[in-house]
């Protein structure tokens, strides 16, 4: 891989994102979302925490972020410009981790700007500072586990609605492992709590950076992003 084929090829992505009103119309209605259940508990019960962000935020990304990345590959294939791309100076490697790359600045951008929320609680309270890193740390941490997951789905078909609705059934599975632990039987619950995110985001959430974490949200962009460049290497095949 060379670092200036991807430079080149996320400029290009980042100028298309930037240039498309949907990429504003969907970080405007994510932030959106996140501040009214951010506001709600703060408001109503005085809790000034980010526990209800954290408890919401994971559910709409696994809408935004195979909203966001739903086009990334299937575009191509639809007005079969991937036919070019893969016939230029580019690997597979270079092409799917550039738009990895690109959409995820977009997604780390987003969440950036959810920090105004964090500085509205040190203006009502004293809010423990762990917490508040921990919790968008979370956030970071699965919005780009999504995205590759959305860039996998995006290499499944030349349309987008498909790979939005593959992208988000992948991404809510692992949001709900977590969430059915206490219905499934002992010999599978422990399997199915590392499995999904919920035991995950708490842990950071809390304050605690446990390497074990970082593996499994390391682990599962890998192995998506690799799907997706043996996804891309058997189209170039045919």
Known sequence: ????????????????????PP???????FLLLCGYFFAQPLF???????NSLTDIAPLILTFFAPALSMKLIAEEKKTQTIEILLTMPFSEEEIIISKFISASLIMITTIFL???YSITLYFLSKPDT??????YLSLLFTAVCFLSIGVF?????SSQINAF???FAISFFFYLCGKVTFFLPLYLQEAANYIGIDSHISNMARGVIDFRDIIY???ISFIFIYLSINKLKNMRVR
């Open 23 to 29: 990429s504003y119309v969907l970080a405007s209605v």
């Open 114 to 116: 959810m920090f105004i």
């Open 165 to 167: 609705i593959s992208g």
């Open 217 to 219: 949200f390391s682990s």
């Open 130 to 135: 762990g917490h508040i890193l921990g919790s």
């Open 44 to 50: 109503l019960i005085n809790q000034a925490n980010l």
């Open 153 to 157: 789905s995006s290499t499944l078909s």
């Open 1 to 20: 891989m060379r670092a200036e084929n991807i430079k080149t090829l996320v400029s290009k992505e980042l100028k298309h994102y930037l240039n498309t």
